[in-house]
């Protein structure tokens, strides 16, 4: 069925170090796959997407990964900062659906000074 | 540029009692979403309203919820009687048509029903 899930629910990196988190989705037709953070109290904000026709795209401090053939999708934030402890979540948008966002379960990303 | 808005922040009511959520979204953003995530779970969609018109309502959960957005602007979310797995937190999203892979969040509603 069409599902989006995260592989760890935290993850505790050292501040200046890289982060990778990651994600597993199901279904096969999606458009889109997108990552977001969301802040305590906020509302998830865009980071960045990516289209089903690329495997890499890279963005400031971020670059996501798509393997299609394993269905996976990465988030990769270099030099992490205390600013980007949040909880990450992945989602993906079906091909024909004009924006129904599927999200994954979250990742929350602990920045340890 | 004003974000996306939502109105109440927190609302608490008694089951049975009916509530109406409120999100103005960008202005200019002709697509519309709504969302919830309940405790301890994933973000799901309710539904997409492109201008005034309902896109796609497959997720709303059943008839006790009503999504209207007369005009195209702002959007309301009601729901009536409210039951306890109700409780959640609502958010609306907002984007133009043609980018709908970025959609852009209000803070959302922090619903709770006793």
């Known amino acids: 069925g069409e599902s989006v899930g995260l592989h760890l629910p935290t993850l505790s990196v050292q501040e200046g170090d890289n982060s990778i988190i990651n994600c597993a989705y199901s279904?096969?037709?999606?458009?889109?796959f997108i990552w977001y953070k969301q802040e305590s109290g906020k509302g998830p904000q865009f980071i960045i997407d990516?289209?089903?026709?690329?495997d890499k795209r890279q963005g400031q401090r971020v670059t996501v990964l798509l393997n299609k053939t394993v269905k996976h999708l990465s988030l990769q934030i270099a030099a992490t900062q205390p600013g980007d402890s949040a909880v990450y979540f992945c989602?993906?948008?079906?091909?024909?659906?004009?924006?129904?966002?599927?999200f994954g379960q979250g990742t929350t990303l602990q920045v340890k000074p | 540029e004003a974000g996306v808005t939502q109105f109440p922040s927190h609302s608490v009511i008694e089951k049975g009692q009916t509530v109406t959520l409120r999100c103005d979204p960008i202005?200019?953003?002709?697509?519309l979403y709504w969302y919830r995530r309940v405790m301890g779970k994933e973000i799901k969609f309710l539904l997409h309203?492109?201008?005034?018109?309902?896109?796609?309502e497959s997720g709303m959960p059943n008839n006790r919820f009503l999504a209207e957005r007369t005009g195209g602007t702002y959007s309301t979310l009601k729901v009536q009687p409210a039951e306890l797995e109700d409780s959640g937190v609502y958010f609306c999203?907002?984007?133009?048509?043609?980018?709908?892979?970025?959609?852009?969040f209000g803070p959302g509603t922090r619903l709770t029903v006793l």
């Open positions: 999203a907002s984007s133009t048509l043609s980018s709908y892979n970025e959609q852009f």
């Open positions: 279904n096969s037709a999606s458009d889109y």
């Open positions: 990516i289209r089903s026709n690329m």
């Open positions: 989602a993906e948008i079906v091909s024909g659906n004009t924006g129904k966002l599927i």
């Open positions: 202005s200019g953003h002709d697509n």
């Open positions: 309203f492109v201008k005034e018109s309902k896109q796609d």
